[in-house]
C-alpha cells in the first residue's frame, strides 16, 4: 500500500468520527503510521484531503453499487421490484459501511462544496452509461411513459430518495428525540427500509398499478 493510499484509509474513520472540521492531521497521521510532514507534501493541506475522501466514497460506493444496479434496470422490465431493489442497494451498502455514510452525511449536512466536485470526477471517471443516479432516472421516465409511474417530476423524486436514505442513517437520533423505544434495532432497521421503499412507490405509482404484497413483522399482510 503506497503512502497515499495509507493517508486515505486512515483519514475515513477519523473524518467519520469527528468531522471535517474537528479531524486532525495528527489523528490521521497516527493511524496511517506516518509522518504528518508527509501529509501535507501528498496532499497539501486538510481540504484538499478531504476532497480526496469524498472521491474514494464515491467511487466506492458507484464500484458496488452501479454493476448490480445497471444489471437490474437492463435487465428486467418490473419497474416496482427495480426502484424497489434499488432504494434497497444503497441502504445496504451504506449500512455496511458506516464511516462511509457519517461521512457522506457531515457534508452534505454542511453544504460542503467539495460533493460537488466529487460527483464531477466521478461522472468524468464513469461516463454516462455508468452513472446508476442516471440509469435510474432514464428508467422512471419510461416507467411515465408506460403509464406505471405518475407524471413527477424526476429530478425531485431523486432528491427525496437520496433524502431517505440519509434519513435512515439518523434513525437512532431520531428515535431517542421523539421517544421511540427500540428493543431490537436490527428489526427496527429492516421496518425502516420497508417504509422508505413503501413511501416511494406509494408517492409515485398511478393508483391502479398492482404491486406485490409483503408481510409486516407482525404478520399482518401489506398492500
Do not use: W
Not at 4 to 9: A, D, G, P, S, V
Not at 30 to 43: D, E, G, P, Q, S
Not at 56 to 71: D, T
Request: aromatic share 8%.
Amino acid at each position: 500500500m503506497t503512502s497515499r493510499q495509507r493517508i486515505l484509509e486512515a483519514a475515513i474513520p477519523v473524518f467519520a468520527r469527528k468531522g471535517r472540521y474537528g479531524a486532525r492531521m495528527e489523528d490521521i497521521a497516527a493511524l496511517a503510521h506516518i509522518n504528518k510532514a508527509m501529509i501535507y507534501y501528498i496532499f497539501h493541506n486538510k481540504d484538499e484531503l478531504y476532497l480526496e475522501v469524498l472521491k474514494l466514497v464515491f467511487r466506492k460506493a458507484n464500484e458496488s453499487i452501479s454493476p448490480v444496479a445497471a444489471s437490474m434496470i437492463k435487465n428486467r422490465s418490473d419497474y416496482i421490484t427495480v426502484i424497489s431493489d434499488y432504494i434497497s442497494l444503497q441502504l445496504d451498502f451504506f449500512s455496511e459501511n458506516q464511516n462511509y455514510t457519517k461521512i457522506l452525511v457531515d457534508a452534505m449536512s454542511s453544504g460542503a462544496e467539495e460533493i460537488v466536485q466529487a460527483v464531477d470526477y466521478l461522472n468524468d471517471m464513469v461516463g454516462e452509461e455508468n452513472d446508476p443516479m442516471l440509469n435510474l432516472k432514464q428508467f422512471i421516465e419510461r416507467g411515465k411513459t408506460a403509464g406505471i409511474i405518475r407524471d413527477i417530476d424526476t429530478d425531485q423524486l431523486m432528491i427525496s430518495i437520496i433524502g431517505m436514505v440519509i434519513i435512515y442513517f439518523l434513525s437512532k437520533s431520531i428515535k431517542t428525540a421523539f421517544y421511540i423505544e427500540v428493543q431490537d434495532e436490527q428489526k427496527f432497521l429492516k421496518e425502516r427500509k420497508e417504509s422508505i421503499i413503501d413511501l416511494v412507490l406509494s408517492s409515485i405509482l398511478i393508483k391502479d398499478t398492482k404491486r406485490p404484497t409483503r408481510k409486516r413483522s407482525n404478520n399482518t399482510e401489506e398492500i
